[in-house]
Structure formats: C-alpha cells, structure tokens
C-alpha cells in the first residue's frame, strides 16, 4: 500500500454561502449556521485592467482561493509549483463560441478563442502572479479534485516541492447547463508541502482505497458536494473546521477512492 | 530521474497510420497537409486530417463514447499491437496498476459545435445525441481509453493546450516514482473542429499554404489531428539495444501573456534547461531537437532564441509540423513518437515546406533529412496561456 505524506500549509475556498476559507471554517465547524447565497466572485486586482474586466467566473474564482491559500501558507504564489485541476472551462465562454459558430457569421473574437483552452484559469494564475514554475493542468469530469490532489501530492513527493493546488469549477449557461448542472462556482485552493512549517494546518497521509466517500450530514453542503467537482474536498475542509484527526475518504474515480488520514499539526 | 521505457509506442496522423507508414513519411519527406475541405469550413488554409475516422466503429459497450477524437484515439489504440502490449502490461502488473494520463485541448468539441446547429426549435435544448460527459467533456478521452482497456488506476486528462501531452509524460513519471502505479498509457489525441479552424483564424495563425517553420516568410500554423501513445513502464534490469527511454523532463510557465510567447523564449529557456538538468545531461550531450516549431512568426522566433541561449548553433533541429501539420493536444505525443522513431531508425527528419531559413535564427535547422546514428534527443511543446514542456528521449545503445 502506498501512503503519500505531505502537509497542509494553507487553504483557499471560494463556493456558494463560503466566502473564504477562514469566514468558511467556523460554518464547517458547526459554529455558525450554514446560509446558501450565490457565489460571490472578487475582482482579480492582480491582473491588469482589461484582462480584469474581460476574466470570467472561472479566473476570478481561481485566482482568490490561490492567492487565500497561498497567504494563509505565507508563501509567495511565485515560488509554488501548481496543480490546477478543473471538471471543465469557462462555461459562459464555451457556450458564447458555440453560438458563433452555429450561426451565419463564424467570427469568433480572438479573445474568446484563446480564453476557451481548459488552461485558461491556469495562465492567468501565472501571468497574475509572475510564476514560471511548472503548472499541471487536468481534468478527470466528477474525480477533478481527487486527481488533483494526488498528481499534487505526488509533485510535492517525487520533486520535493511546495505546490498549490487549486481545484475550480463553474457554471454552463443553457442549453450546457441542462446536460451538465453544476449550480454554482466553487473552487478549493492547497498549499502542500513537504515539510511541516509553523503555518502547517495538518499532517495528511493518502492512499487510494476501495471504501466508500465520505458525505455530509448537513443536507445543503452534501448537495454541493454531490454537485460540483471540486466541492468534493468538502469532507476533508469539513473535518480540518472541526479540528478531528480522522481518516476521510474522498470521492475519486469510484469504486476507487482517496483515504486521507489527518494528523493535526 | 530514473529513467523510464518506452516499451511501446504508436502515433497515427495525416502522413500515416501507424509507425511503419509515419516513418517512411518522414523518409520521403512528404507532407499530409491538404487545402482545408473539413466539414462545413469556409477558410483558405490547410489542414492534416486523418482518412477513414468516419469508418471507425467504436465497442457497443462504449457507444456513448462515440465521437471524432475517440474514433481517431481507437484509430490509432490498434496499430502497431499497442492494444496488446497494454492489454499484456495489464496481466503483467494488474489493471489497477496501470495510470493513464492522455493530453487533448479540445476533446469532442466537434460534436457540440453540431449540436448547437441542432437544438430543439422550441425549447433550445441540445439533441439526445449529444452527450456532455463522455463526448464533450474534456475527460472523455483518457475515460475512454481506461474503459477500452478496462484500467481500474489513477486517470486524469491533461489539457493545457498544445503541450498537453508532452505533459502527460510527466504526470507519469511522478505517479510511478511515488509508487501509485508501475507502468502508464500516456498519449494524446486531438482533432479537427470549427473551434480551433475559426479560433486561430481569427489571431490570424493559420497560414494559407501548408506551414512553414523557421520559414522568413513563415505565415501561420496548419492545424491537424492525430493520436499518439506510449506505454510508459520502470526500466527493467535487462534493456534491448534499441530501448527507448524518457531521460528527462522540464516544465515552465511563460508568466507572460495568453496567446503570445515570452519573446526572449524565457519561459521556453527555463523547460530545457530543466530536462537537461533532470536528465543530468549537457546540452553537447543532445543529438537532436525536434522543435515546437509551430511557423507562427512570434512562436518561431522565441522559441529560436531559446534554443540558441541553451544550445547554441549546432544541435540539429527541425519542426515537422510541416508534415504533420500542428495536431495541438496531441503534438507532444505525436512528436515524442516522431523523436523515438529518429533514434531508432537513425534517421534526423527535415522540416518540410520550408524554402528560405529565417537569417534571424541562428540554428542547425535540417532542411533535408540526416541519416545519423544518435543516442539522445529533445521534444519541445509550448502551449496558449505560457506552458512549457521540454523532453528528452534516449537510446538504451
């Protein structure tokens, strides 16, 4: 059995009614109630003016739980490595081209053209930030987050490197959304390293395992869960909140899951 | 790193189905790019496209996995015994053993573009033919090829545009080092659609008469399709004379801009010098470059840059986009297939199509082909929003 041991150094967390991990934890720990309202997506300052303006929920959504993360691990976001690992791209964006493209005029703007790559997000956290480091780009439809996780989990191992991984998702609009429901933007942010620091939130030890994932007892946070890709982290934010040392199983590519043994540091 | 083997390998594009038709392809030094007559495009540019796709017949058990990429993926799954290879590599170490990590940019795309030309007059709706997960949905084709080969282990799709699966090697190389899997199917499979003809059409990237890189009067890119694998397994104790390995790999972000190269190639610098630097290797050490060499006049002249900071003048080098036309989501599998054919066979490709070297880029750029005995090559793949990719193959002897 192979265990991956890496701690948690910082988190980012951006969905509906979860605004920030630290506004988050407490509504995680069962401390204050959770309220389900529309995601609210900040202004990504970092960027320059016009790609501000014209950056979609996908960007913004990646770029704040990145730069969360990466605060809360007292980390400059230019010297991580990164896995960015979404279930699919701008969806607004993707559904705008189409619509170009099933109509007389194919015209499509340049700008819509290079934003619809799945690693949009991905070069905007870089050019955002000024980070040349690697960045690893995947999707795997509902196992987006797990298979982030473990492609960070494995950089921070095998090339022994802090690594931020940010998990993003958003919305279709129709006729996508009917076929591919996700109700809102959500993304989980990472920071993972190799070694423990006096930032470090928790031990994680992970393995791949066959037993079922964990879900939520809270109705509403479970329908997120259920519901968006990177939502699916919410297990183990959930068991961080409440400050457990537990064993989480997290929803991967079913029957084949991800155990994370927690140690609190 | 340890180096890993690449027990098998195959590639089908539009010089050929197989290795055995891609390699004497390259030997003639002859182009698969044709004037663009793909579906309803309207653009006066060439594009590589695969013959018979429309003929491929995907498994019953798999039907809603039926689309272009996943036809051109089991397209290319069967030649040179691949299929088998990875169906013994599975006996060999258990299914759950096996990764698969398959880079695309734009899956299935083609069917939703067609979709949306169909949808419910009334409610909008898409068609019930149209299926998000296992057509559009950019996991598609590594789902797909787990399911063809009923692999139960670690999968992800990497889509970072054109160097995608030349990243795959390294999502691969990690899992094995960590121990998550023995060996990997990695690959890429990317194909035509109105998306990326109209997309780079409109950044006025493609070129009207089939590509020419490192051309000076190089105009634009010619996009094609095509889908390449590799079964990627730990170096066993005893290695065949004409091994191949992956020696090395370097990755970067360019930090810079979406669509356009850092135009001293930093970015493109920092890839190569960490494959050299992971390959332990120098630069004296490399037989040949195949470059990313797309024939978009920023692309060319960065990458160039590049290549001279690291290499200076006289490494080998050429783009064979000129034959292959740019396959984007699946250069990077295509062209680490094309290094292995090179060191294989002896055999430095030309970069076709291309008449009057740029003066501004100093390289060894191969116009004709060199027949070479070589030990160690490198494949660059450079992709939209700055990720870079450099990787080193070598000769076992």
């Given amino acids: 059995m192979t265990t991956l041991t890496a701690y948690i150094n910082g988190i980012g967390l951006l969905g509906p009614g979860l605004f920030g991990w630290s506004e988050s934890e407490p509504i995680l720990a069962g401390q204050r109630p959770y309220i389900k309202l529309p995601t609210a997506l900040p202004l990504p300052m970092l960027l320059p003016a016009a790609e501000r303006r014209r950056s979609g929920a996908i960007v913004k959504t990646t770029l704040a739980t990145g730069l969360e993360a990466s605060a809360a691990a007292g980390l400059d976001p230019a010297t991580l490595a990164c896995v960015y690992s979404a279930s699919g791209s701008d969806g607004q964006n993707c559904h705008e081209i189409c619509l170009t493209l099933a109509s007389d005029d194919r015209h499509i703007s340049p700008t819509r053209f290079h934003n619809s790559v799945h690693n949009a997000a991905a070069g905007y956290w870089s050019i955002a930030t000024g980070a040349m480091t690697p960045i690893s780009v995947l999707c795997a439809y509902d196992a987006s987050f797990g298979a982030g996780l473990l492609e960070a989990l494995t950089q921070v191992i095998v090339d022994h490197t802090a690594t931020l991984l940010i998990s993003s998702d958003t919305t279709y609009p129709e006729p996508l959304h009917h076929t591919r429901p996700i109700p809102d933007n959500f993304a989980t942010a990472l920071v993972l390293a190799p070694v423990a620091s006096a930032l470090s939130i928790a031990k994680i030890s992970v393995s791949l395992t066959s037993e079922p994932a964990h879900t939520l007892s809270d109705a509403t946070l479970e329908q997120l869960r259920a519901s968006i890709p990177s939502a699916r982290s919410l297990p183990l934010l959930q068991a961080l909140a409440q400050k457990r040392n537990e064993r989480i199983v997290l929803d991967y590519l079913a029957p084949l899951q991800i155990a994370v043994d927690i140690t609190l540091c | ?397």
Avoid: W
Wanted: net charge negative.
């Fill in chain 2, 1 to 397: 790193m340890k180096s890993l083997l690449l027990s098998h390998f195959t590639a089908t594009s539009c010089i050929g189905r197989g290795l055995d038709q891609t390699l004497v392809a390259l030997q003639q030094c002859r182009t698969g790019l044709l004037p663009c007559t793909f579906e309803t495009a309207e653009l006066a540019t060439s594009v590589g496209e695969v013959a018979g796709i429309d003929a491929v017949q995907i498994p019953p058990h798999l039907a809603a996995y039926d689309c272009r990429n996943n036809r051109l993926a089991q397209l290319a799954l069967i030649q040179d015994g691949f299929a088998d290879a990875v169906n013994a590599a599975a006996e060999k170490y258990g299914r759950h053993r096996i990764g698969v990590f398959i880079g695309t940019s734009t899956s299935a795309i083609l069917e939703t573009e067609l979709a949306y030309r169909q949808t419910d007059a009334e409610t909008g709706a898409l068609p019930d033919s149209f299926h998000y997960r296992t057509q559009h949905n950019s996991y598609s084709i590594a789902d797909f090829t787990r399911l063809y080969f009923g692999l139960t282990g670690p999968a992800a799709t990497v889509s970072s545009a054109c160097s995608s699966s030349a990243k795959v090697f390294s999502s691969a190389r990690r899992m094995i080092a960590a121990g998550l899997i023995d060996a990997a199917v990695v690959g890429g499979v990317d194909t035509l659609c109105l998306t990326t003809l109209y997309g780079f059409n409109s950044l006025g990237l493609t070129a009207a008469q089939p590509c020419r890189p490192y051309d000076t009067t190089r105009d634009g890119i010619s996009i094609g399709e095509a889908g390449a694998f590799v079964l990627l397994e730990q170096q066993p104790a005893q290695l065949e004379d004409n091994a191949i390995l992956l020696l090395g790999v370097g990755e970067s972000s360019d930090a810079y801009h979406m669509s356009s190269p850092h135009p001293e190639g930093l970015g493109a610098r920092m890839a190569m010098q960490a494959a050299l630097d992971m390959a332990g290797l120098s630069p004296q050490q490399i037989d040949y470059i195949n470059l990313h060499g797309t024939a978009t006049p920023s692309n060319d002249a960065a990458e160039g840059k590049a290549v001279s900071a690291v290499f200076g003048a006289s490494t080998p080098c050429s783009s064979t986009k000129g034959a292959t036309g740019h396959t984007l989501g699946a250069a990077g599998a295509l062209e680490a297939v094309i290094c292995a054919l090179a060191l294989r066979n002896g055999l430095l490709p030309a970069g076709i199509n291309t008449q009057q070297l740029d003066p501004d880029i100093p390289l060894d750029y191969l116009l004709t082909n060199r027949e070479q005995v070589i030990t160690r090559a490198m494949s660059n793949s450079f992709g939209f929003g700055g990720t870079n990719c450099s990787l080193i193959f070598g000769r076992a002897a």
